[in-house]
């Protein structure tokens, strides 16, 4: 699903909201989330899961063209944990 597929399901559940005002909603709760984990915060929702910031370490890697070893800077990845009722849900008749 896309952001505007968010978008105009969310509007289409909700038709006493202008499908401008969902989408002024998605895109602040989006912003939102990246401004938290650019400060290097976690958030946290309920059931759904959890983004938080990853850091990884300088290391040296290899160029798969050449072979030759090439430095690879440090960096902060995005990472996310899905929460317990998420996990639960996606998993509803399967085998684990």
């Known amino acids: 699903m896309t952001k505007s597929e968010l978008i105009a399901r969310l509007a289409e559940a909700n038709p006493h ?4 005002d969902v989408e ?3 895109t602040t709760i989006f912003d939102e989330i990246a401004t938290a ?3 290097g915060d976690r958030v ?3 059931g759904f899961g959890a983004f938080s910031v990853k850091k990884r370490d300088p290391r040296v890697g ?3 063209r050449t072979g030759e070893t090439v430095s690879v800077d440090g960096k902060a990845v995005p990472f996310f944990k899905t929460g317990k009722q998420l996990r639960e849900k996606l998993n509803v008749g399967g085998s684990s």
């Open 44 to 46: 946290e929702l309920r």
């Open 24 to 26: 002024r909603i998605v």
């Open 37 to 39: 984990l650019a400060r």
């Open 62 to 64: 290899r160029n798969p």
């Open 17 to 20: 909201l202008y499908q401008r």
